[in-house]
T-cell receptor, first 115, second 114 residues
Framework: DTEVTQTPKHLVMGMTNKKSLKCEQH?????MYWYKQKAKKPPELMFV???????INESVPSRFSPECPNSSLLNLHLHALQPEDSALYLC??????????????FGEGSRLTVL | QQQVKQSPQSLIVQKGGISIINCAYE??????FPWYQQFPGKGPALLIAIRPDVSEKKEGRFTISFNKSAKQFSLHIMDSQPGDSATYFC?????????????FGEGTQLTVNP
């Protein structure tokens, strides 16, 4: 079982809806990530939080808004999405670099469908 | 500079055979090279990883071979089993203080026939 828990597992939303994806880890990791994965494609990095501060934003549209309320939680707020945003959204965590092995622990993902 | 090229896109082997997946990178600043395994409906899981100061790493049936001068690395799966059927992603990263910024290859869909 993965130690990174994502909810919900499936989400269907209209283009005018506001919804959130949630991610939780209790491994003491201080770096957390959002990735987007389309079918038969590799994961694409969206955001990285390090010590609860946003450290990397890969030029993601503002309709995706990340939030890291504490060291265990990561949210992705969704608003006014487009059908092409339908994908598997993966959360991951890792140790920050000073103690890092470099390993990312991924959750099972939230499957998002935008109608 | 940030690309990682992976081949083949798909691979079919017989049970007990050897599966070989190859990757090449461009950015010499990369210092961590993991392989991830992903089953349908699941997130990727780390399989094995190597740093550029070693040329080979073996864990059970899985071996990474690393050629720093050629900027290439490969995954060998010995005695392949039907349970190994999955998508495999090579990746590379440069560990920075903000975390691990992985660049993934395009993936290889491995099918192991019984």
């Amino acid at each position: 079982d993965t130690e990174v828990t994502q909810t919900p597992k499936h989400l269907v939303m209209g283009m005018t809806n506001k919804k959130s994806l949630k991610c939780e880890q209790h491994m003491g990791h201080r770096a957390m990530y959002w990735y987007k994965q389309k079918a038969k494609k590799p994961p694409e990095l969206m955001f990285v939080y390090s010590y609860e501060k946003l450290s990397i934003n890969e030029s993601v549209p503002s309709r995706f808004s990340p939030e890291c309320p504490n060291s265990s939680l990561l949210n992705l707020h969704l608003h006014a999405l487009q059908p092409e945003d339908s994908a598997l959204y993966l959360c991951a965590s890792s140790q920050p670099t000073r103690r890092a092995t470099g390993e990312l622990f991924f959750g099972e993902g939230s499957r998002l469908t935008v109608l | 500079q940030q690309q990682v090229k992976q081949s083949p896109q798909s691979l079919i082997v017989q049970k007990g055979g050897i599966s070989i997946i190859n990757c090449a990178y461009e950015n010499t600043a990369f210092d961590y090279f993991p392989w991830y395994q992903q089953f349908p409906g699941k997130g990727p899981a780390l399989l094995i990883a190597i740093r550029p100061d070693v040329s080979e790493k073996k864990e059970g049936r899985f071996t990474i071979s690393f050629n720093k001068s050629a900027k290439q690395f490969s995954l060998h799966i010995m005695d392949s089993q039907p349970g190994d059927s999955a998508t495999y992603f090579c990746a590379a990263s440069r560990l920075v203080t903000s975390g691990s910024r992985l660049t993934f290859g395009e993936g290889t869909q491995l099918t192991v026939n019984p």
